[in-house]
Nanobody, 111 residues
Framework: QLQLVESGGGLVQPGGSLRLSCTAS????????MGWYRQAPGKQRERLAI???????SYVDSGEGRFTISRDNAKNAVYLQMNRLRPEDTAVYYC?????WGQGTQVTVFS
């Protein structure tokens, strides 16, 4: 069974950067379309970016231009590079593969 573990969250000042990682437990990771999502307190979970098994990436408005999703199938990993972070980016960030979710990693952007 595929399991996902996120890492890389933390505290950062506005304008800073973070790189989130998500590592899968199985080599079948490579066949999955992967996604990064986030959920802020009191809000619904929202999709930020997805990347196909072949590496094609797409973004929603809130992350486009600041966030970059990438994957390394040899390492069973997907990444989210986040630049020019804003306080409104504060949330728990999750990676997803089909019906499988990681436990999330907290990102806090503070002044």
């Amino acid at each position: 069974q595929l399991q996902l573990v996120e890492s890389g969250g933390g505290l950062v000042q506005p304008g800073g950067s973070l790189r989130l990682s998500c590592t899968a437990s199985s080599s079948i990771f490579g066949i999955y379309e992967m996604g990064w999502y986030r959920q802020a307190p009191g809000k619904q979970r929202e999709r930020l970016a997805i990347i196909t098994s072949g590496g094609y990436a797409s973004y929603v408005d809130s992350g486009e231009g600041r966030f970059t999703i990438s994957r390394d199938n040899a390492k069973n990993a997907v990444y989210l590079q986040m630049n020019r972070l804003r306080p409104e980016d504060t949330a728990v960030y999750y990676c997803n593969a089909g019906q499988v979710w990681g436990q999330g990693t907290q990102v806090t952007v503070f002044s």
